[in-house]
């Protein structure tokens, strides 16, 4: 697709169970970000990947909190044992970026979020 | 550890006037990138404008320029000729040339009034 792809767009689940959010990002942009967004707050950075680097997952709440990124592409955030707190709507953007000096922008393409609810 | 700071949650602005959103930001290193991103009620978070650590220039997109002092460690966002469209939330960003993270501001919302 053109723009970076988010799914489920709404997801509602009960305290306790696991979720799964999905994330494509735009074709050959090396780097993919998730954040979260609670409402009305900023973004909080959760989790980075570059290419066939180590992730940096400095932002992770909690072990109940992991991502992967399967073939330097799509990339799914799963969240375990799912508490109110986690309710946010949680973005993911991807980013064409080089190592080493600032070549380009770099600027972030979000996707349009998955809105998490836990009841 | 690298920081951004906007102090402003809210502003307000007359439609056609000018408004400057504050930015401040830390960080040790020598190379890095300073962005500015719009987010109306819809959610989407959309790029504004860009600039980058030696770059001389103030960077100016259509009616976004940005205020670059580099010795203050500021990088305000001003935007001339207010439109009713403008109103969101506006959040500055920074990228470090090593690490390339992209940390975000708590944000300022904006309301431009008619």
């Known amino acids: 697709g053109a723009g970076v792809s988010q799914s489920p767009s709404n997801k509602v689940t009960e305290k306790g169970k696991d979720v799964e959010l999905r994330c494509d990002p735009i074709?050959?942009?090396?780097?993919l970000y998730w954040y979260r967004q609670s409402l009305g707050q900023g973004l909080e950075f959760l989790i980075y990947f570059q290419g066939n680097s180590a992730p940096d997952k400095s932002g992770l709440p909690s072990d109940r909190f992991s991502a992967e990124r399967t073939g330097g592409s799509v990339s799914t955030l799963t969240i375990q044992r799912t508490q109110q707190e986690d309710s946010a709507v949680y973005l993911c953007?991807?980013?064409?970026?080089?190592?080493?000096?600032?070549?380009?922008?770099?600027?972030?393409?979000f996707g349009e979020g998955s809105r998490l609810t836990v009841l | 550890a690298q920081k951004i700071t906007q102090t402003q949650p809210g502003m307000f602005v007359q439609e056609k006037e000018a408004v400057t959103l504050d930015c401040t930001y830390d960080t040790s290193d020598q190379s890095y990138g300073l962005f500015w991103y719009k987010q109306p009620s819809s959610g989407e978070m959309i790029f504004l404008i860009y600039?980058?650590?030696?770059?001389?220039q103030n960077a100016t997109e259509g009616r976004y320029s940005l205020n670059f002092q580099k010795a203050r460690k500021s990088a305000n966002l001003v935007i001339s000729a207010s439109q009713l469209g403008d109103s969101a939330m506006y959040f500055c960003?920074?990228?470090?040339?090593?690490?390339?993270?992209?940390?975000f501001g708590a944000g300022t919302r904006l309301f431009v009034k008619a």
């Open positions: 074709s050959g942009h090396t780097a």
């Open positions: 600039q980058g650590s030696y770059d001389e």
């Open positions: 953007a991807s980013s064409l970026q080089d190592r080493g000096v600032l070549k380009n922008t770099g600027e972030l393409f």
């Open positions: 960003a920074m990228r470090v040339a090593g690490g390339f993270k992209t940390i």
